[in-house]
């Protein structure tokens, strides 16, 4: 069963940094695009960043542009994302999601298996 679990979640200051990380289960990552989303509270899931299957291709969200790094280690099934600079207005719950297609595209319609989420909050 194809399963997709976050963690590395939790509550931090503003400036401060967090890893996420989105580790598979049931499948390998090696040929699919990693997604990561992020849903505030009346708010719509947005696409915040997406890898490649090798790596070679990823995808901003340009409101985390230089801030937050996406990263893979397929050895490891996992998919990370580093986000550094945290803001107030990152805070949302982060999910990964995977797609077969091919390319960094980002549009939460595009993929398929959602892990539960992990709960950012950027609070002093």
């Known amino acids: 069963q194809l399963q997709l679990v976050e963690s590395g979640g939790g509550l931090v200051q503003p400036g401060g940094s967090l890893r996420l990380s989105c580790t598979a289960s049931?499948?390998?990552?090696?040929?699919?695009?990693i997604g990561w989303f992020r849903q505030a509270p009346g708010k719509e899931r947005e696409g915040v960043s997406c890898i490649s299957g090798s790596g070679g291709s990823t995808n901003y969200a340009d409101s985390v542009k230089g801030r937050f790094t996406i990263s893979r280690d397929n050895a490891k099934n996992t998919v990370y994302l580093q986000m550094n600079s945290l803001k107030p207005e990152d805070t949302a719950v982060y999910y990964c999601a995977e797609r077969e297609r091919p390319g960094s595209t980002c549009s939460p319609a595009e993929f398929g298996s959602w892990g539960q989420g992990t709960q950012v909050t950027v609070s002093s």
């Open positions: 049931g499948f390998t990552l090696d040929y699919y695009t």
